[in-house]
T-cell receptor
């Protein structure tokens, strides 16, 4: 069965430190991978996506993610965290033959950046 | 803002009420979605409309009834809901079909409380 795992419910990072939010997946064939962010009382916002090519994808607000096919992972990273990065982060995946609405979502990781 | 609006933002209703949620997208997309978001759970896809035709209905109870009168508007009609239906209801839109792999754009959500 296809699935997405975000193994950490919450990640705590000090401001200025690097951050990583983990995502692993299981999908048939090669995947399309997405990260979204949800700020309090807001809907989800698209951050970045991996389609093909360079395994390191750069997105909005200084975030990047690295696609690792052998480890079936797509971890979200940022070199220096800001307090304003505190939010809920969702990883999503779909197979290349699937339609856009067949996204499989992770349960989300709450990121807390402390001053 | 993402170009997807939802009204109302908050709704409290009794189990015998009938209410409707409204979503409007200003992005020229051809697909629209309803999701249910509950705490610490993956997003649950409820309904998908592509080119105004319903293409997905994930075993949603009949007390939820969608309506898509045109490609820009989506409604979710609610009646005789249960307390467990209390959640954040998110509307999203995207471009469906080649070329490209398209992300979804989300509205801010309607926080529904069933008493």
């Amino acid at each position: 069965a296809q699935s997405v795992a975000q193994p950490e419910d919450q990640v705590n990072v000090a401001e200025g430190n690097p951050l990583t939010v983990k995502c692993t997946y299981s999908v048939s064939g090669n995947p399309y991978l997405f990260w979204y962010v949800q700020y309090p009382n807001r809907g989800l916002q698209f951050l970045l996506k991996y389609i093909t090519g360079d395994n390191l994808v750069k997105g909005s607000y200084g975030f990047e993610a690295e696609f690792n096919k052998s480890q079936t992972s797509f971890h979200l990273k940022k070199p220096s965290a800001l307090v304003s990065d505190s939010a809920l982060y969702f990883c999503a995946v779909r197979g290349r033959m699937d339609s856009n609405y067949q996204l499989i979502w992770g349960a989300g990781t709450k990121l807390i950046i402390k001053p | 803002e993402t170009g997807v609006t939802q009204t109302p933002r908050h709704l409290v209703m009794g189990m015998t009420n009938k209410k409707s949620l409204k979503c409007e997208q200003h992005l020229g997309h051809n697909a629209m979605y309803w999701y249910k978001q509950s705490a610490k759970k993956p997003l649950e896809l409820m309904f998908v409309y592509s080119l105004e035709e319903r293409v997905e209905n994930n075993s949603v109870p009949s007390r939820f009834s969608p309506e898509c009168p045109n490609s820009s508007h989506l409604f979710l009609h609610l009646h005789t809901l249960q307390p467990e239906d209390s959640a954040l209801y998110l509307c999203a839109s995207s471009q469906e079909g080649p070329p490209g792999v398209w992300e979804q754009y989300f509205g801010p959500g309607t926080r529904l409380t069933v008493t």
